[in-house]
């Protein structure tokens, strides 16, 4: 029972660096999602894909980039990483949009740009 | 564009006491779902409970329930009995029902609360 399963848990990046964050699910979903957790702001979606190749933004989605090749993985990019990206990113899916699919959340990656 | 708020940053409780987390929230949609996520310094998002808009019973889970006022848009969360795990942060969150457009899918969450339980 994998669920969603985000890599890596922790991460320190210098300005400017780049990387990405995985993100895969083993239950089929259509549905995935990038959000990112700052304090006093609860979570904030980043990037939604619907399926496989197919993707669009969220509200904050300025500096990340996302593809979906396949249902399973939702890669989730920082091409230039800037101080304000310095958060913590869930992956979340579910089978479809509906608000009646629950959505499962990964255990989060904590970045840290420095 | 919806908006959920949770105007209580912090909260306390004493163990085996009630305590009860505020939500109010803001749309022009009839139907919706909307959520309680305990959120403990692990940082796991863990679903309380969920409330469809157009049931009116309020949803109870064991301990926890809610007070879902849909014409206020208000929608707290009651927890009975406190026990020491359940100190987190607690979020509000707003799910679209009905299809369509760019926030169809997409979570919209309140600043969150921060529940303290005193032993």
């Known amino acids: 029972n994998a669920g969603v399963t985000q890599t890596p848990k922790f991460q320190v990046l210098k300005t400017g660096q780049s990387m990405t964050l995985q993100c895969a699910q083993d239950?089929?979903?259509?549905?995935m999602s990038w959000y990112r957790q700052d304090p006093g702001m609860g979570l904030r979606l980043i990037h939604y894909?619907?399926?496989?190749?197919?993707?669009d933004q969220g509200e904050v989605p300025n500096g990340y980039n996302v593809s979906r090749s396949t249902t399973e993985d939702f890669p989730l990019r920082l091409l230039s990483a800037a101080p304000s990206q310095t958060s913590v990113y869930f992956c979340?899916?579910?089978?479809?949009?509906?608000?009646?699919?629950?959505?499962?959340f990964g255990e989060g990656s904590w970045l840290t740009v420095v | 564009a919806q908006t959920v708020t949770q105007s209580q940053p912090e909260m306390s409780v004493q163990e085996a006491e009630t305590v009860t987390l505020s939500c109010t929230y803001d749309?022009?949609?009839?139907?919706?779902?909307l959520f309680w996520y305990k959120q403990p310094p692990s940082r796991q998002m863990i679903l309380v409970i969920r409330?469809?808009?157009?049931?009116?019973q309020n949803a109870t889970e064991n301990r926890f329930s809610v007070n879902f006022q849909k014409a206020a848009k208000s929608f707290s969360l009651k927890i009975s009995d406190s026990q020491l795990g359940d100190a987190a942060m607690y979020f509000c969150?707003?799910?679209?029902?009905?299809?369509?457009?760019?926030?169809?899918?997409?979570?919209?969450f309140g600043q969150g609360t921060i529940l303290t339980v005193h032993p």
């Open positions: 979340a899916s579910s089978k479809g949009q509906g608000a009646g699919n629950t959505i499962y």
């Open positions: 239950m089929n979903h259509e549905y």
């Open positions: 894909s619907v399926g496989a190749g197919i993707t």
């Open positions: 749309t022009s949609e009839s139907d919706y779902y």
């Open positions: 409330q469809e808009a157009y049931k009116q």
């Open positions: 969150a707003y799910r679209r029902a009905n299809a369509g457009g760019t926030s169809y899918g997409k979570l919209t």
